[in-house]
């Protein structure tokens, strides 16, 4: 990301799509933790046959993302720079990112794991990463992309509105029930 924009130090995903992009749309994305739901977690594939080594992140907001890393070996993910080429690959490893059902099947790029952590019994709990990812072979627009997430972030999305504010709409009194509750 240019170095105007802020990251925060809270669970991310900070997107940007070249013009003609179709996956990104052409646009720059900002998703944390306080507008946005994380979940990632372990990937099962009946074409990968070893766990551990590929991850699911799908993030719900007012943009829906959802990618996946998969490492080609059957170890755990680890810090390093992971090439791919042609989609889903058993052999070779593979990162897909789709934004607002915008994919592709047919990617080339990178994925780099700058950190990552886990609990004795193998289970993420912290990854930050970075990736670029070309569409249809087209080396000219990208989707490149920084994230952060951690299992157990205390940031949560911003809760109700108190008090309530007295210029939301309300209905007539008189198309309002006095003889008890409704709906």
């Known amino acids: 990301p240019p170095v105007t924009v802020v990251l925060p130090d809270y669970n991310y995903l900070y997107l940007e799509s070249d013009k003609g992009d179709f996956v990104g749309d052409g646009k720059t994305y900002l998703l944390t933790q306080r507008d946005a739901q994380f979940k990632l977690g372990q990937l099962t594939y009946e074409y990968f046959d070893s766990p551990g080594n590929r991850y699911g992140i799908d993030i719900y907001g007012d943009t829906l993302v959802q990618g996946h890393f998969i490492k080609a070996t059957a170890v755990l993910l680890e810090p390093g720079l992971y090439r791919f080429e042609n989609g889903p690959n058993p052999i070779k490893g593979s990162l897909m990112f789709n934004v607002d059902s915008r994919g592709c099947n ?20 912290s990854i930050k990463y970075r990736f670029e990812q070309f569409c249809g072979g087209d080396p000219t627009s990208a989707l490149r992309g920084k994230g952060y997430w951690r299992k157990h972030e205390p940031i949560l999305p911003p809760g109700p509105i108190l008090p309530i504010p007295s210029d939301l709409w309300r209905p007539v009194a008189q198309d309002v029930s006095a003889a008890g509750n409704y709906l």
């Open 106 to 125: 047919d990617n080339t790029g990178w994925f780099a794991i700058d950190d990552i952590a886990y609990d004795t019994g193998g289970n993420l709990l």
